[in-house]
């Protein structure tokens, strides 16, 4: 007959899980086990008993010293403000401190974003390691409700794009590929049209880079039709790229009728288009230079000299230094 310690939770079930999985032995915590008067250390015995149930530990200043030397998080105790089996249900100061903690990273995420526009890559860098950094803890630390509420999510495939785009800039595409896939995967749980929309375009465009066009064009019309559950930005967004591989493939048709979607979505914005909104940052001249791009892959260069001044102009109003130097 099994005994009450071995069908009720004890602390020293959690003590005995994190002492294992950070390598230590019982006769080394022991050494360091906090005692009430201040001392450190007990009989390894003592350890066994306390990892079994036959002592139970209840004393808070001793739980808060363990969690620090096994580098337990302190709800696994029952001792922070969130509670594992009811972490939605939090009241008061940690649920603000909770939402609070979401507004600054998706401060931060903006502030990437902009410095990834307007400069240096390594200083964009920067907010991506300290996001990716949150994540991990969050991942450790956080318990799982919590990280799979709709906004977590949202934020938490806003820095996989991140991390994608970066690997983009630095030529190692398969893994681009594969944090887009990730992003997807993220999006799909929060049933995000925007979200899911720029994950399959961005993975079309990738998928193209390879030279695979056919799935490039799979993944390019998903994100069109995703798009239509979004907002104008990313229906705009989508089609721009949508029209890249419509020429690319040689469908003319379908490529003016994708740039031209692209374009009149745009303009409907009264030249808010790309302006950072749902992070989307191609402005107009950015739809003229795909329609540029995509006459030289039909085959007719005339039509895109025949843009220049239009694209010149649009170039000053939108002050895209990076497009014009292009």
Not at 148 to 162: D, I, N, S, T
Request: hydrophobic share 40%; net charge neutral.
């Amino acid at each position: 007959m099994a005994s009450v310690s071995d069908t009720r939770y004890h602390h020293g079930t959690t003590i005995k899980e994190f002492r294992i999985l950070r390598g230590m032995t019982q006769e080394s915590l022991a050494a360091l086990w906090p005692k009430s008067n201040g001392n450190d250390g007990v009989l390894p015995r003592y350890i066994q008993d306390v990892e079994y149930g036959k002592k139970h530990i209840d004393d808070p200043n001793t739980l808060r010293r363990l969690a620090e030397i096994l580098q337990i998080p302190l709800w696994r105790f029952g001792l922070s403000e969130y509670d594992p089996f009811h972490p939605l249900s939090l009241v008061g100061r940690g649920k603000s401190l909770h939402n609070l903690t979401l507004d600054a990273i998706e401060s931060l995420i903006e502030q990437t974003w902009n410095l990834r526009c307007a400069a240096r890559l390594v200083d964009a860098e920067k907010g991506i390691v300290r996001l990716n950094s949150l994540f991990a803890y969050f991942q450790e630390h956080v318990p799982l409700p919590l990280r799979l509420e709709r906004r977590f999510q949202l934020l938490y495939a806003q820095v996989q794009r991140l991390n994608a785009v970066t690997y983009v800039e630095k030529k190692r595409y398969d893994e681009a590929l594969d944090m887009y896939g990730r992003m997807y995967e993220t999006a799909q749980q929060t049933e995000d049209a925007s979200l899911m929309a720029l994950a399959l375009m961005s993975e079309g465009v990738e998928f193209e880079r390879r030279g695979e066009k056919e799935s490039a064009l799979s993944r390019l019309e998903e994100a069109r039709d995703a798009s239509f559950g979004a907002s104008k930005q990313i229906i705009a967004f989508v089609h721009s790229y949508l029209a890249r591989i419509y020429a690319s493939v040689g469908d003319k048709v379908r490529f003016e009728r994708a740039i031209h979607s692209a374009r009149t979505m745009a303009s409907s914005l009264n030249g808010c288009y790309g302006d950072g909104t749902q992070f989307v940052f191609g402005r107009m001249s950015s739809i003229l230079a795909e329609r540029s791009y995509g006459y030289l892959e039909l085959g007719e260069p005339q039509k895109t000299l025949e843009m220049r001044m239009e694209i010149e102009a649009q170039l000053r109003d939108d002050q895209d230094l990076r497009l014009q130097t292009w």
